[in-house]
Nanobody, 129 residues
């Protein structure tokens, strides 16, 4: 059974930092792209960042460029999202996702929910002003 489990969310003041982790189990994702999305109540889930299988290519939505960094440790089957200079508008539930079959495309391909097959349960990030 494949599981993606996010951790690291919490409450932080504006300007602060958090590091989210997504640990995968049930299979290895070393050849698979992975990504982070976020959702606020009443809105659709939106893309945040993606990373290719080797960790050599990353892609971000414009609103987080320069503040967030996605990375991965394939030996640990884990993907990370380092979030710096957090803003109140970053408040959301953050989800990690993974594709089921490796396509080996660049990270910019993986910007929609349809590109992913596995999803975590989400972790809440709240940024206070």
């Amino acid at each position: 059974q494949v599981q993606l489990v996010e951790s690291g969310g919490g409450l932080v003041q504006a300007g602060g930092s958090l590091r989210l982790s997504c640990a995968a189990s049930g299979r290895t994702f070393s050849r698979h792209a992975m990504g982070w999305f976020r959702q606020v109540p009443g809105k659709e889930r939106e893309f945040v960042a993606a990373i290719n299988w080797g960790g050599t290519d990353t892609y971000y939505t414009d609103s987080v460029k320069g503040r967030f960094t996605i990375s991965r440790d394939n030996a640990k089957n884990t993907v990370y999202l380092q979030m710096d200079s957090l803003k109140p508008e970053d408040t959301a539930v953050y989800y990690c996702a993974a594709e089921s079959s490796p396509k080996l495309y660049g990270a910019g391909y993986y910007v929609t929910e349809g590109q992913y097959d596995y999803w975590g349960q989400g972790t809440q990030v709240t940024v206070s002003s």
